[in-house]
């Protein structure tokens, strides 16, 4: 059974740069900018799973992001071997995910 749309919020974030040296040539790609912990999830195997927003272009400039809390909402699963690409998690997973979120992280490091 698939959860209402509804039901899934949006996690606001606004960021900025202050240093002079911002280029978009030194941006790391791609890095996760925000990452949502669960130590719960997938029964504890690699110590949960963690969603991440990792596609996500920036300027430098002042700019605010807001991030569906769905499936949907551009998360992907980290597959915990560098030579698979990161997934997108189904409904269900994400809905395990939120329930037993331990944290979020929020990278300010966006240089190489």
């Known amino acids: 059974m698939f959860a209402p749309r509804c039901l899934f919020l949006s996690l606001p974030l606004s960021i900025s740069f202050f240093c002079r040296c911002f280029n978009s040539n030194t941006v790391k790609s791609p890095f996760s900018l925000i990452e949502l912990h669960c130590s719960s999830c997938n029964s504890g195997t690699n110590g949960g799973n963690i969603a991440a927003q990792r596609e996500i272009t920036w300027d430098g400039k002042t700019k605010t992001f807001s991030f569906t809390l769905s499936p949907e909402g551009g998360w992907e699963f980290n597959p915990y ?8 998690p189904t409904q269900c997973e994400f809905v395990e995910l939120l329930k037993g979120l331990d944290s979020i ?4 490091d966006f240089l190489k």
Request: glycine share 8%.
């Open 105 to 108: 992280l929020v990278f300010g």
């Open 81 to 88: 071997d560098a030579r698979k690409a990161w997934i997108q």
